[in-house]
């Protein structure tokens, strides 16, 4: 067992760092070990494909709020003091508008397994 692997219950603002990270850049998991520290890629795929499913309309909720409401400038976002980490992500999500990675790559809500070439043995 490895001692920096966090198994502790995943705190709202590492949530809304993976919200974040997921719209801007896809689900690149091996890529978020980097930002979501203690965590390790198979973790945050779980998390993402189990809970955070169930939270995505509420976090979204909570994005087009900030967006609305002049985005990193917005009060809430002023109130919460988030880390550079999240400040530069909801930057990048607020500059796609209201795209997100998959959309603006033509991968939303398919598997790309079925279009790659199995090899034959």
Same mark, same amino acid.
């Given at each position: &067992?490895? =001692?920096?692997?966090? @198994?502790? *219950?995943?705190?709202?603002?590492?949530?809304?760092?993976?919200?974040? !990270?997921?719209?801007?850049?896809? +689900?690149?998991?091996?890529? &978020?070990?980097?930002?979501? @520290?203690?965590?390790?890629? +198979?973790?945050? @795929?779980?998390?993402?494909?189990?809970? &955070?499913?169930?939270?995505?309309?509420?976090?979204?909720?909570?994005? %087009?709020?900030?967006?609305?409401?002049?985005?990193?400038?917005?009060?809430?976002?002023?109130?919460? +003091? =988030?880390? =550079?980490?999240?400040?530069?992500?909801?930057? *990048?999500?607020? %500059?796609?508008?209201? @795209?997100?990675?998959?959309?603006?790559?033509?991968?939303?809500?398919?598997?790309?397994? *079925?279009?790659?070439?199995?090899?034959? !043995?």
């Amino acid at each position: &067992m490895n =001692p920096k692997i966090n @198994k502790t *219950k995943w705190s709202a603002d590492d949530e809304w760092t993976l919200y974040l !990270f997921h719209k801007a850049v896809g +689900n690149h998991w091996a890529d &978020m070990t980097a930002v979501i @520290k203690g965590r390790t890629d +198979n973790a945050i @795929k779980n998390h993402w494909n189990s809970s &955070m499913k169930k939270k995505v309309n509420d976090l979204k909720i909570k994005f %087009d709020s900030i967006k609305k409401r002049g985005g990193l400038q917005c009060e809430e976002v002023q109130i919460e +003091n =988030p880390s =550079p980490i999240i400040q530069e992500l909801l930057k *990048k999500c607020l %500059d796609l508008g209201d @795209k997100d990675y998959h959309s603006l790559h033509g991968v939303h809500g398919t598997s790309l397994r *079925k279009y790659r070439k199995r090899k034959k !043995f």
